[in-house]
């Protein structure tokens, strides 16, 4: 994430992009060459009327949206996955601020991920036999999963078990997860399965990485070290 931010601000500082006389699609070349090999799926420059240019050639209104706004206040933005006004698919957008040559916030620079990409990496995080990772918004939606379609379903516990209490265990582990900002634990039922929640806040997102094991493993590794 971190690496992604660093390479759009890279790019935002790069003297012709930030120049008024340069032409857009002259800005949003430089842009597209500087990115070209790196795993951005789209990238492109907006005014501050919230126009993006991409380097795919569209322009789109992002005006409304909450990354554009705070880019134009002066920050670093990584999104939870949302559905792109490019070509409908689910993405993670990435917004650094542009500043013009007299240090005055002009635009924003933006890169787009294919969300799947977040869910292939914590695919690879695993505890033991039946552990897996997961990853919540700030909110307690699902925003990656090694179950893609529970991202695009935009699954979020904490809602669910207001008319399912069969979740309640685990909404109330995310909930404390995102009012603590730490690290923790609990123990909850999913699906006929008792299961381990490891948590640990993320500050630069709000996220909350998880780690989830069935209890008959972790019981089990006890039962071998007694």
């Known amino acids: 994430i971190e690496h992604r931010l660093t390479l759009l601000s890279t790019v935002s500082m790069d003297e012709k992009v930030r120049d008024a006389g340069t032409p857009m ?5 430089i842009v597209k060459r500087k990115m070209g090999d790196t795993d951005f799926k789209t990238v492109g420059i907006t005014l501050e009327n919230g126009d993006l240019y991409l380097n795919n050639g569209k322009v789109i209104n992002v005006s409304d949206r909450d990354y554009f706004k705070k880019a134009l206040s002066g920050q670093r933005v990584v999104t939870e996955p949302l559905i792109s006004r490019d070509d409908g698919s689910i993405v993670v957008v990435y917004a650094v601020p542009l500043k013009d040559l007299s240090g005055r916030i002009s635009g924003a620079v933006i890169g787009t991920v294919d969300a799947k990409k977040l869910s292939d990496i914590i695919s690879d995080v695993k505890y033991g036999e039946t552990g897996y990772g997961m990853i919540f918004s700030g909110d307690g939606t ?54 381990y929640l490891g948590y640990c806040y993320m500050p630069d997102t709000g996220w909350i990485i998880g780690v989830n094991v069935l209890e008959s493993e972790i019981l089990g590794s006890v039962g071998i070290l007694r």
């Open 142 to 195: 699902i925003i990656a999963h090694k179950d893609f379609q529970r991202v695009q379903n935009r699954e979020n516990y904490i809602e669910m078990a207001k008319t399912k209490p069969e979740y309640a265990e685990l909404a109330g582990i995310i909930q404390r997860a995102v009012s603590e900002k730490s690290m923790g634990f609990g123990k909850y039922t999913f699906e006929g399965q008792k299961k």
């Open 25 to 29: 699609a002259e800005k949003v070349e």
